[in-house]
T-cell receptor, first 115, second 114 residues
Framework: AQSVTQPDIHITVSEGASLELRCNYS??????LFWYVQSPGQGLQLLLK??????LVQGIKGFEAEFKRSQSSFNLRKPSVHWSDAAEYFC?????????????FGKGTKLSVKP | DAGVTQSPTHLIKTRGQQVTLRCSPK?????VSWYQQALGQGPQFIFQ???????QRGNFPDRFSGHQFPNYSSELNVNALLLGDSALYLC?????????????FGPGTRLTVT
């Protein structure tokens, strides 16, 4: 069965510091991979996605993620965090050949930013 | 252009009651998916509607049902509410133009069952 693990429940970084949020997935083949961000009272916003090709994916708001097949990982990175990045981040996997609706989400990582 | 809208924003119901949540998709989108997000959890897929039919369903009991109207808006109905149904219910819309078009999420409806 497909699953997504986000090992870190809560991370605190200083403003201006670099960020890496971890995501590991379990799937029999190469999945579709996504990172979403959810601010309080808001819906989910797509940061970036990986379908195929270049394993380093650029997204919005200065985020990037790298797909590593050997490690079944899709970690999210940002070189310099801004206070407005404080939010909850969700990694998700979608099955190839499946309907677009069925995304499997991790439990999320809450990011706090220290001034 | 309005994005995905959901109503109501918040709702409080009693165990055993029934509830209906509503979703209007983003303009130009004809596919609607519903997710349940319990506190401290990631969203869980409930079902997806396209062309007024349920196309795919997650691991949710029959108490959860839905409907899609000709204008692509959708409803989620939950019967015989349980305390465990308390959650944020998210609606997402997308154009059915490919295997995994981007899903746009609404702000959600917060359901509290007492």
């Amino acid at each position: 069965a497909q699953s997504v693990t986000q090992p870190d429940i809560h991370i605190t970084v200083s403003e201006g510091a670099s960020l890496e949020l971890r995501c590991n997935y379990s799937y029999g083949a190469t999945p579709y991979l996504f990172w979403y961000v959810q601010s309080p009272g808001q819906g989910l916003q797509l940061l970036l996605k990986y379908f195929s090709g270049d394993t380093l994916v650029q997204g919005i708001k200065g985020f990037e993620a790298e797909f590593k097949r050997s490690q079944s990982s899709f970690n999210l990175r940002k070189p310099s965090v801004h206070w407005s990045d404080a939010a909850e981040y969700f990694c998700a996997v979608g099955a190839r050949g499946g309907s677009q609706g069925n995304l499997i989400f991790g439990k999320g990582t809450k990011l706090s930013v220290k001034p | 252009d309005a994005g995905v809208t959901q109503s109501p924003t918040h709702l409080i119901k009693t165990r055993g009651q029934q509830v209906t949540l509503r979703c209007s998709p983003k303009s130009g989108h004809d596919t609607v998916s519903w997710y349940q997000q319990a506190l401290g959890q990631g969203p869980q897929f409930i079902f997806q509607y396209y062309e007024e039919e349920e196309r795919q369903r997650g691991n949710f009991p029959d108490r959860f049902s839905g409907h899609q109207f000709p204008n692509y808006s959708s409803e989620l109905n939950v019967n015989a509410l349980l305390l465990g149904d308390s959650a944020l219910y998210l609606c997402a819309s997308s154009p059915y133009s490919g295997p995994l078009s981007e899903q746009y999420f609404g702000p959600g409806t917060r359901l509290t069952v007492t």
